[in-house]
């Protein structure tokens, strides 16, 4: 019988990101990201196939905490950059994200 999954999507996205956040996207790798999260590289092809589902589950992470709600009664073009300026004022650049 396989052994139950003992970590989520996103704690593996999380671990990814800080990955990335410290070591540059370059530096995202199985074995970093497997490194952050205390487990072995091989412990981690159980929950991921390669570095692209990786880099989908760090996307997803990032993108599902945006809030695409616009305000009521902007006008359009006041909505267009409220919405615009969401994700920038969520998630403020780095000097490593900003390579």
Known sequence: MPRP????????????LAVIDRD????LSMRA??????T?????Y??????AQLETLVVDLV??????TLPPRAPGAGRCRSCSAGPATRWPPTPRRCR
Do not use: P
């Not at 072995?40 to 981690?44: A, K």
């Open 63 to 68: 993108l599902g905490s945006v809030d695409y």
């Open 5 to 16: 999954r003992s970590l989520t999507e996103t704690e593996i996205a999380a671990a990814a």
């Open 24 to 27: 540059g996207l370059d530096a």
């Open 33 to 38: 990201v497997a490194k952050q999260l205390g």
């Open 46 to 51: 159980r929950y991921v196939e390669d570095r």
């Open 40 to 44: 072995g590289t091989m412990s981690l």
